[in-house]
């Protein structure tokens, strides 16, 4: 419930992504450091992106979220649920693609976005909630602490 109020006060709701969300979602995705090395805002609605959103619209196991006030797209997170034979057959959620809009920041919409999630994962009986970020981004690891994940693993990716 105190998610919940949080959200009523900050005046955000949740939905799906639509197609329509797109451009706005890898604006936000472009709009820093790392982000503007990766992604294309101004090509956020090429097929590329397109096929992206498709695929994970029609996974059964995802959901791309977006935060909206009133009609404007202030954040957005992808949720993907993991079943493990680990831990029992347990089911795991990983939280990825984090981002709250610029001009919104620093209003708690990033940790009610967070919470949000955590309840969703909950509600799929998932045993575990897990997520990443680029050891670059001392203020994200700092606000995921404080939101009690722990750095309790070590990550690796191969790139291609």
Request: charged content about 25%.
């Amino acid at each position: 419930m105190k998610n919940q109020d949080a959200n009523i006060s900050l005046g955000i709701d949740y939905r799906p992504a639509t197609l329509s969300d797109v451009t706005a979602i890898v604006q936000m995705f472009a709009d820093d450091p790392l982000g503007a090395q990766r992604e294309d805002a101004a090509s956020a609605f090429s097929q590329p992106y397109i096929n992206a959103f498709q695929a994970i619209d029609t996974d059964p196991n995802n959901e791309l979220i977006v935060a909206v006030c009133g009609d404007d797209v202030v954040g957005v997170f992808q949720i993907t649920y993991i079943p493990y034979l680990t831990h029992k057959g347990a089911w795991r959620a990983l939280i990825e693609g984090v981002r709250v809009h610029r001009k919104c920041r620093g209003r708690g919409i990033g940790k009610a976005m967070i919470e949000w999630a955590i309840n969703k994962a909950h509600e799929k009986a998932c045993k575990c909630v897990q997520l990443t970020t680029d050891k670059s981004r001392g203020d994200t690891i700092r606000f995921y602490e404080e939101l009690g994940f722990q750095a309790s693993h070590e990550g690796f990716k191969l790139w291609f």
